[in-house]
């Protein structure tokens, strides 16, 4: 019955969904250093954009402009429908908390055990994204990262891939639409990295998130991306699927998907 009225929905009307991040001419520069020229990109509801490129090009920085945490010198950013220039302290602080971050550096609080850690956004959720019990959902958020044991432990105490574990449970507590993940798998042993890959697949399918994964990690790229964008000189040099890119004869791209 459901079906048959959401397909009468969509045969009688075009319901113009927006995307979920829409970038336009976008421009950032340091001093001389000129690292977003004009680059654009527009991510889909639901889709899963991996952006790559050499390192220092310029693909954290893109992300802190999604997140409004650097300001970008020209060009356009909407981000869940809103305009992020146009937005006050108040209204970009409700847009970030929609928005799941993932440091390279899981920048988890080192003074505070796993669980201070996961219950600091939950007690900073101003916009009450989440009710319900607080232990409740860090218990949860530890499940889906398969780490309840550790609840008690210091960062100091975690190995690198249990720190990603519990950065990813963090960004995902306050259940975001969107998830940014900066090099997710940077740093870790081949296993690790496979497994962190497999986290992170099984996160997008249960919450259905939308997400950029930025990444020299060939294997997630395959994995996770409905799309590959490689980042170059300030634009979106190139982009397609895996299966595209892996075909293109350009030395840039193909020196990335050399083992
Ligand atoms: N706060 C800053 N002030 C000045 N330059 C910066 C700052 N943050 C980053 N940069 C420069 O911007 C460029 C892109 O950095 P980044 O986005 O971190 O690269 P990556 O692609 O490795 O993530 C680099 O040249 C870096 O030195
Ligand atoms: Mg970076």
Known sequence: MINATLDMVNESTTIASQPAIEIQHLKKAFGSNVVLRDFSLTVQNGENVVVMGKSGIGKTILIKCIIGLIKPDGGTLHVLEQDISKLDHRKLDELRMRIGFVFQSSALYDSM??????????????????????????????????????????????????????????????????????????????ITSEEITQLILGLQKKYKTTSIIITHDIDLAREAANRIVFLMDGIAYAQGTYDELIHNTDPEITHFFKR
């Open 113 to 190: 055990t796993v669980r201070q850690n996961l219950e600091f956004p939950l007690r900073h959720d101003r916009h009450r994204r989440i009710t319900g019990n607080i232990e409740d959902h860090i218990r949860e958020a530890l499940r889906n990262v398969g780490l309840e044991h550790a609840i008690n432990l210091m960062p100091s105490e975690l190995s690198g891939g249990m720190r990603k574990r519990i950065g990813i449970a963090r960004a995902l507590i306050l259940n975001p639409e969107i998830v940014l993940y900066d090099e997710p798998t940077t740093g870790l042993d081949p």
